[in-house]
């Protein structure tokens, strides 16, 4: 049977709000901190729910000392149901997330039971109910519970993937509660598709993001600083703004993937230039060039360590293929934005790069500052276009570089409108 992920809210439905956290009994609900904090930085006012069995792994004054709104634990609570409490708590809430949802509340759940304060609550709401299962890789597996989640999804719960690993029993497979990162990511998803402009709507998105890794022998090689995160902010913006994403990771990049986006991971650029010449040939339209690329690799890579047995070394260097350059040549028709990372002469060097490489736009920052760019959660640009857009240069001052990518896709959007 097929893993679930939600399916599209109607157009029309107001932006999300207030969240109802609800936690089950289960070992991951020690994750469940971590995201209802998430969940509060990222702007929701949330309240929380807890089953029985989630107070025997969290305690409520945890979470309540996390979200800063009182705990519900109990359905026949007489100070809350004085006021129709669970009813109340329903019409409440703009969306609701189960997580995480132990596999008696999913049968519970697609029986319509009504006997606790979380399943009440799920009937009596017309909010979307989205639900991350977690469990022991046996028990997601048997039938019974695959049947309780096709019924849910029938249903038109919205339902989360459990991921694959390392279990608590010590078990390895499928069951795992998503880390709070990813489980955020489902609900900002959901909330763009709410909010977010569509100006990117069905267009095919390539993004190249992270370092490049050149060999110099088989435990060494040739890199820098990039972490990627520019480009898998970009990657979200491009598709909450309804693109079809494609990311090209290049060096060691752990980040998650967006959700709903196509990863090809990388190592050197010569890799990193056949999947954008193999994205380009599947129907790319707009190619976004956030990778750091090594300019040089060695010549020969040795096959086996180098040893140190002098007191000095000469590696002979190459240059790489120029990829951005490449697919803006070779592939007109494509929209192409490329971005510079400079320490010095920033305007000057951005513009070269836009007339020389044919971009139609290049985003460019200081990386010499200490307080953007390369490892940090922030960036400042101005960009740059083509001169034939006869669009003045735009300043985008500092901010975290979801804002900066939110604010890049806008420009990409209204030049292509």
């Excluded at 132990?102 to 009596?124: E, F, H, K, P």
Aim: with cysteine; net charge negative; hydrophobic share 45%.
């Amino acid at each position: 049977m097929s893993i679930f992920t939600f399916v599209n809210p109607l157009p029309t439905l107001p932006p999300i709000k207030n969240v109802i956290l609800a936690i089950t009994g289960g070992i991951a609900a020690y994750k469940s901190a971590f995201f209802a904090r998430s969940l509060v930085k990222a702007g929701f006012d949330v309240r929380v729910i807890m089953t029985e069995g989630a107070q025997a792994f969290i305690t409520p004054l945890t979470l309540q000392a996390l979200t800063g709104n009182e705990v519900h634990t109990q359905l026949l609570d007489e100070r809350a149901e004085a006021g129709m409490g669970h009813i109340e708590l329903a019409k409440w809430a703009d969306l609701i997330v189960i997580a995480p949802a132990s596999a008696n509340t999913l049968a519970r759940l697609a029986m319509g039971m009504a006997d606790d304060l979380l399943a009440t609550v799920c009937l009596a709401t017309t909010a979307p109910v989205m639900v991350a299962p977690a469990m022991n890789q046996q028990m997601w597996a048997h039938p019974a519970v695959q049947l309780n989640v096709q019924t849910l999804a029938d249903m038109d719960y919205l339902m989360i993937a459990p991921a694959s690993g390392e279990q608590a029993c010590g078990d390895v497979g499928e069951g795992r509660l998503p880390e709070p990162e990813v489980l955020l990511d489902h609900v900002l998803t959901l909330q763009a598709e709410r909010t977010v402009p569509q100006s990117l709507a069905g267009k095919k998105v390539t993004i190249t993001a992270g370092p490049t890794v050149e060999a110099i022998d088989p435990v060494r090689y040739l890199s820098n600083h990039s972490t990627g995160k520019m480009g898998f902010a970009l990657a979200r913006a491009c598709r909450d703004a309804g693109a079809e994403v494609t990311i090209i990771a290049g060096g060691k990049i752990t980040l998650p993937t967006p959700l709903g986006a196509t990863r090809v991971d990388v190592l050197s650029a010569n890799d990193m230039l056949q999947a954008a010449i193999a994205s380009a040939e599947a129907g790319c339209e707009v190619f976004i060039a956030t990778a750091a690329v090594a300019d040089y690799r060695t010549k020969d890579a040795a096959p086996q360590k180098i040893k140190k047995t002098q007191e000095a070394m000469t590696l002979e260097l190459v240059k790489n293929p120029d990829i951005l350059a490449t697919i803006s040549h070779d592939y007109p028709d494509i929209f192409m934005v490329g971005f510079a990372a400079e320490t010095q002469d920033v305007e000057k060097y951005a513009r070269g790069k836009l007339a020389s490489k044919n971009l139609d736009m290049i985003a460019c920052n200081d990386v010499s500052r200490s307080d953007i760019g390369f490892a940090s959660d922030d960036n400042a640009m101005e960009v740059f276009f083509a001169e034939h857009y006869q669009q003045a240069p735009v300043p985008l001052d500092k901010a975290s570089k979801d804002k900066i990518a939110e604010q890049l896709v806008a420009l990409v959007g209204k030049q292509l409108a």
